[in-house]
């Protein structure tokens, strides 16, 4: 389309010639199309206006800035708001109009072209954005200037928002903000000497700034504030002077600034504002002491645990940070149960042992779950050296929770062979999560003398202790314990063959010795039996063990099928094929839907064609299955038919 063509068309009546023209001409960047571009805009059609205004953002360029500048001044809303997104597109591309719109009388013209100015992302209109901040007689033209100059973020423009911190409040609202994301280290002073005159509201906000910042300078200019501010700006000012240093580094303070700032940081825990308490809080885990406990304390104990359970694993961490003292001691040995919960996990993260010492002290003298949560904790930290207090718990209590604690322990951490007669005991308890809390501790033992205890409870006549024994053997010495397992691979009870199964067939690959042992259980007579080894036939993914998945595929039940199946997918032997495709002809539903899924990972020709006539079931989700099979071997393998 010529340039004269697009003219034309742009001046006609068409609607669909025009918004053709207006996208030809933006391609070609035809700066003779932008005064009718710009006419386009203030059509009443939409297709039309946006046409007129993707047409004017590519054309862009001093004629497109020019064009559209006087739509400012529209008394239609809508246009203006057209031309305000255009120009804050294109607007860097005249500075020059833009800086005399700055001096325009009209001084909405004048708040325009400080926001169009602030989306430039050049350092060339900072001068002109100070200019209009410390000179427009219009207070909202200085406020938009500030903003612009926070959104350009450019440190040259540091030094005029410095100054008009001394403008009246809207503008320091903007200049604060500004201040904030440029970072400038000059700014500190400028914010720190405001807040003499500065109401409450800026001088709050003057000290998130800060804060937000983090330039350790304002440290000890804030420290020289802190005594002579009211209460709720003296709390911001210890919540910035933490933001600042950060909580560890509130130590390096000396140390009368640091007993000084503990103190304020005390009173900041009474804040109504979450944002306070919660830098009050990181602070006094740095400095300690009995009365930060005390304080963090009572913030923690009036949290709701499901409402405010971050809060409160903070006060807890914040807890273990200030670490065991005096308030610490004296609420463990308290009576308030809540109070006691809260500190026993706070105990847990605590370097020292003060506190685990006394938890184990207090132990009996504390409710059922209290004990509970002690007992997880010591059983946590505890070392080898207090196992006798583990095997008491064992002697004296009965509750499940408490009882696995001290299993645990007794077990894995203490490798307490002592108490391998009570841990024996133990799997005699009614409930089963604490007879294999005892199962694993004893495992845990690796100990001589206990495998021989589970030899000889292999000769028991209840199938229990068999299968645990069993589980046991098979934990402590396959080989040392193999005559036992390979007898008990033909127990009476299916439950003790599955365990002795997963003792036996625990190595891959599988050796010649070991697959003799198992491969019998193929023709178990209960099928969970069959379909734990082929579970574990599976698992292993040697090509010794195919053989045994393809006399699987013949097994009567269904699940036993379908596990052989998957294994013989995951395995991709073309030798499976044969077989899988065989088992299309008589397999239900869920055993075929396998079968497609299997061909499809094995691939090949003899697959590809298998599937290509299964799509033409009459069931529609096999066909979908055989078209998704179908397309992966053709996707991965780029096999014809």
Request: net charge negative; with cysteine.
């Amino acid at each position: 389309m010529s340039e004269q063509q697009i003219i034309e068309q742009l001046q006609g009546d068409d609607v669909e010639a025009i918004r053709e023209a207006a996208y030809a001409a933006g391609n070609l960047r035809l700066e003779s199309a932008v005064p009718h571009l710009v006419a386009r805009i203030q059509s009443h059609n939409i297709g039309v206006q946006e046409a007129a205004d993707r047409a004017l953002r590519k054309i862009g360029g001093v004629a497109a800035v020019r064009g559209v500048l006087p739509l400012l001044r529209s008394d239609d809303a809508p246009i203006r708001n057209i031309a305000m997104d255009v120009l804050r597109e294109i607007g860097a591309d005249d500075f020059d109009s833009l800086r005399q719109l700055l001096h325009d009388d009209d001084p909405d013209m004048r708040i325009f072209a400080s926001d169009i100015l602030g989306t430039s992302e050049s350092i060339l209109a900072v001068p002109s954005l100070c200019e209009a901040l410390l000179r427009d007689p219009e207070v909202n033209v200085r406020y938009q200037a500030a903003v612009s100059l926070g959104t350009l973020a450019f440190a040259e423009a540091a030094e005029c928002l410095n100054k008009a911190m001394m403008d009246e409040e809207w503008v320091q609202f903007s200049v604060i903000e500004a201040l904030t994301k440029i970072r400038a280290e000059s700014s500190v002073n400028a914010l720190v000497k405001a807040l003499d005159s500065a109401s409450d509201l800026v001088a709050s906000m003057i000290v998130d700034a800060l804060g937000e910042m983090g330039n350790i300078k304002a440290v000890p200019l804030l420290l020289k504030r802190l005594d002579k501010s009211p209460g709720p700006l003296r709390n911001k000012i210890a919540k910035a002077i933490v933001n600042v240093l950060g909580g560890k580094s509130l130590s390096l303070l000396g140390e009368k600034d640091r007993l000084r700032l503990r103190d304020y940081l005390l009173a900041a825990m009474d804040d109504e504002d979450e944002d306070v308490q919660n830098a009050a809080m990181r602070g006094l885990a740095s400095i300690g002491g009995a009365e930060a406990t005390e304080a963090v304390l009572k913030v923690a104990v009036g949290l709701d645990p499901d409402r405010d359970h971050e809060r409160l694993v903070a006060c807890v961490h914040s807890l273990a940070d200030i670490g065991f003292n005096s308030a610490v001691d004296r609420h463990v040995r308290g009576d308030d149960e809540h109070t006691l919960l809260i500190l026993v996990e706070a105990i847990r993260g605590m370097p020292s042992r003060h506190g685990i010492d006394v938890l184990r002290g207090v132990f009996w003298d504390k409710p059922r779950d209290a004990q509970r949560a002690m007992s997880t904790v010591l059983a946590e930290r505890c070392d080898p050296s207090d196992r006798d207090f583990f095997i008491d718990v064992l002697d004296r209590h009965n509750d499940a929770h408490v009882l696995k604690a001290a299993l645990h322990y007794l077990g894995r951490r203490a490798k307490a062979v002592e108490a391998g007669e009570r841990m024996l005991a133990l799997l005699e308890h009614p409930y089963d999560d604490v007879k294999e809390a005892a199962l694993d501790a004893c495992i845990a033992l690796n100990n001589p003398a206990m495998n021989a205890r589970f030899r000889e409870s292999f000769r028991s006549p209840d199938p229990l202790h068999r299968m645990m024994a069993v589980y046991a053997m098979g934990r402590f010495d396959v080989d040392e314990n193999l005559a036992e397992l390979t007898e008990a691979l033909e127990d009476e009870v299916p439950d003790v063959r599955k365990v002795a199964l997963e003792a036996v067939a625990n190595v891959c690959p599988f050796t010649s010795a070991r697959l003799d042992l198992v491969v019998p259980r193929l023709h178990d007579e209960n099928r969970e039996v069959r379909l734990a080894l082929i579970e574990l036939l599976g698992n292993c993914g040697e090509g010794n063990v195919f053989p045994y998945l393809l006399q699987a595929l013949e097994d009567p039940d269904d699940w036993v099928r379908v596990r052989a199946i998957e294994a013989l997918g995951s395995l991709k032997d073309a030798d499976a094929v044969p077989q899988l495709v065989a088992l299309t002809e008589s397999a239900g539903h869920l055993v075929l839907l396998k079968v497609v899924e299997a061909l499809g990972a094995i691939g090949g020709n003899v697959a590809f064609r298998a599937l290509l006539h299964l799509m033409e079931s009459e069931d529609p989700e096999v066909q979908q299955a055989a078209e998704t099979a179908a397309a992966r071997i053709h996707d991965e393998q780029g096999v014809d038919d």
